[in-house]
């Protein structure tokens, strides 16, 4: 009987070092692959504020309106038919709008000279801790 005891204590015990390795191993991994998405999302954030200057450069103007607008405008619904921005297909939505790597859509505001492209983050609601933001000038 004492023998017994001790087997299942042993396998009880390396029962809970493996589910507590796995655990860890987790949320390693989950916090990885948060990283991966925030620089991903940074990359995406620049290409579409390198696509408007690549507009102005072009236009000597930059494209108008509400972000939708702007952004048909990139992807070629100016007065030439140049398309400014390409994307592949896990950059952009069913539509063909650039996202996040959240799978969330770009705010982008142009003020004057200068350029903000900005996307909610993880969290998804815009002017938060988590956004990431690209703010530039022609």
């Known amino acids: 009987m004492a023998v017994e005891t001790r087997i299942l204590s042993t396998i009880g015990i390396l029962a809970v070092i493996a589910w507590i390795s796995w655990g860890v191993h987790q949320c390693a991994d989950y916090k990885g692959h948060d990283r991966l998405r925030s620089g991903e999302t940074r990359y995406r954030v620049q290409k579409v504020g390198n696509a408007i200057k690549a507009y102005y450069a072009e236009f000597s103007q930059f494209p108008s309106g509400d972000s939708a607008a ?23 939505d069913a539509q ?15 003020s004057g000279n200068a350029i903000e492209v900005r996307s909610a983050g993880k969290d998804g609601e815009f002017e938060t801790d988590d956004d990431v933001l690209d703010v530039s000038e022609r």
């Open 96 to 110: 063909g709008f650039p996202i996040d790597a959240y799978g969330r859509p770009f705010r982008i505001k142009i």
């Open 70 to 92: 702007i952004v048909r405008q990139i992807l070629g619904e100016n007065p030439r038919g140049i398309r400014m921005l390409y994307l592949s297909r896990h950059e952009s």
